[in-house]
């Protein structure tokens, strides 16, 4: 029987994964919130309801730069709870990953079909379900030991590639800020159809990746519903802007 090891996340290392992800994920946030205060004034503009922009176009980016502000302290917090009892247990032969306000997630030795290293350094551990991948951090204590482990399992071969949330992170998010810049910019009844259908898809599929994926907490699967939400906004533009 497999001796049971478990690891956890030091203070240092919890302080280095806010850094990288706030590092990472900042500038796409930037971009998207940018994107989406800018496209709409253009919109006004390009329907002769102001000629440039004035200083009451201010009072959004002002809004949202507050609403951001809170909202990162609060995932800062909420991250620093999660990480702070993040535990990662090899036993029987299976790994288990627990940490606060996420459900457990366990994957039979059997049932992993890849490891990748990631770009971070970390660990995706993959198994019959993709929707249930186990991600290691690189700042996991004693993440050699962990490695070694990885590397004992039958039939598992360590390969260095980047996860896709790594490779199509940034290209999504342009993608999604132009298919947005042309549905509401656009006035052909095909390009509106066409780019508001392929965000409503989009939407559904995280939508669903994420409530049913042990990957999210409960937090973010909330929080999740809010795509319904824009779903139903940009249906309801489709409707107005192509029927009416």
Not at 104 to 132: C, D, H, W, Y
């Amino acid at each position: 029987m497999q001796q049971t090891e478990e690891f956890g996340i030091t203070s240092a290392g919890i302080r280095d994964i806010l850094r990288k992800t706030f590092n990472r994920v900042f500038p796409l946030i930037l971009v998207l919130v940018l994107g989406g205060i800018t496209i709409p004034i253009l919109q006004e503009i390009k329907m002769g309801e102001k000629e440039n922009l004035d200083v009451f176009d201010l009072i959004p980016v002002g809004i949202i730069a507050v609403f951001l502000l809170i909202s990162i302290f609060r995932t800062k917090k909420r991250l620093e709870k999660i990480y702070s009892g993040y535990s990662l247990t090899f036993e029987n032969e299976s790994i288990t990953r627990t940490a606060p306000m996420m459900p457990t997630l366990t994957i039979p030795f059997q049932e992993i079909t890849q490891v990748k290293k990631t770009a971070m350094g970390g660990f995706a551990v993959i198994g019959s379900l993709r929707l249930n991948t186990l991600f290691i951090p690189a700042q996991v204590e004693n993440i050699e030991r962990v490695e070694e482990l990885l590397i004992a399992i039958p039939t598992v071969t360590i390969t260095e590639k980047s996860t896709l949330l790594e490779k199509l992170g940034l290209p999504i998010v342009l993608s999604m800020l132009l298919l947005f810049g042309a549905f509401i910019l656009s006035d052909h009844p095909v390009i509106i159809i066409s780019t508001g259908t392929t965000m409503c898809i989009v939407l559904i599929y995280s939508f669903v990746i994420v409530q049913k994926s042990k990957m999210y907490d409960q937090h973010s699967k909330n929080k999740s519903w809010i795509s319904l939400l824009v779903m139903c906004s940009i249906l309801a533009t489709m409707y107005f802007r192509v029927f009416q």
